[in-house]
């Protein structure tokens, strides 16, 4: 896929992405509120909405629509925005890492409220047989690193472990992408979110290394029915290094 092909893709898709940005502000904004006012919290969602317009502009090709994180990567794309908003207002580093491990505790929920309205399970998609074929096929895929800004990693089936399934990272496309919109320092917050996101769909997930932890890779382990840990504050979990504190 050519650099405009690329480009297009995030053109063609902005207002949907867009559209899923507001659900994202909505929340911000409540999260703003006990600390600013209405008209306060207004402005700073405005600045928000306007810094991720222009984020769009500087995501890079990893396939468009054929990559199967290709939504994560906006997504993550996405709390960029709320972060150098809320770091020229003058919130601490850790004031940070709290409000985007909030944000996906109440976005994680409302996504499985709407899950839930329409008669699915969230946490069932992630362990289901189609899921994991995807994955495994999209780990393979990464293997070939046709795209310079995609993840690289690759499957592990658990099933002769204490896991379900896990995933060896050794290039990670948030990672990437964090360090060309100048945010590497919050993408170890990026990764903690995994464990809010894991919290409340009720999976197991652990972690002992990740590469925005300055460690050569990511462990990720998954279990259908286990324990995840509360990351935050996240001193305890063996991965977070204080790297960027």
């Not at 940005?21 to 600045?47: D, G, H, M, T």
């Not at 197991?204 to 462990?219: E, Y």
């Not at 990720?220 to 063996?238: F, M, S, V």
């Amino acid at each position: 896929m050519s650099s405009k092909s690329a480009k297009d893709y995030y053109i063609k898709n902005k207002p949907l992405l867009m559209k899923n940005f507001e659900y994202s502000l909505k929340i911000a904004k409540n999260l703003l509120l006990p600390r600013y006012n209405e008209s306060k919290s207004e402005e700073l969602i405005n600045q928000m909405r306007f810094e991720y317009e222009d984020i769009l502009t500087k995501l890079p090709d990893i396939g468009g629509k054929r990559n199967l994180f290709i939504s994560i990567l906006a997504s993550k794309a996405s709390l960029v925005a709320m972060f150098r908003i809320l770091e020229k207002e003058g919130y601490t580093y850790r004031e940070i890492g709290e409000f985007s491990y909030r944000f996906t505790e109440i976005e994680t929920k409302n996504a499985m409220e709407r899950a839930e309205k329409k008669g699915m399970n969230l946490l069932d998609l992630f362990f289901d047989d189609a899921y994991i074929n995807s994955l495994r096929k999209h780990c393979e895929d990464s293997q070939e690193r046709k795209y310079p800004d995609n993840w690289v990693m690759e499957f592990v089936d658990g099933s002769n472990e204490d896991f379900d399934n896990g995933l060896n990272v050794s290039e990670c496309g948030i990672l990437k992408v964090y360090k060309k919109l100048g945010a590497e320092k919050y993408a170890p917050f990026a990764c903690i979110l995994d464990y809010a996101q894991a919290n409340v769909l009720g999976f197991g997930l652990t972690r002992s290394n990740s590469l925005a932890n300055g460690a050569l890779g990511c462990d990720h382990r998954y279990t259908r029915t286990g324990i995840t840990p509360i990351a935050w504050p996240p001193d305890n979990l063996k991965e977070y290094t204080k790297k960027f504190e």
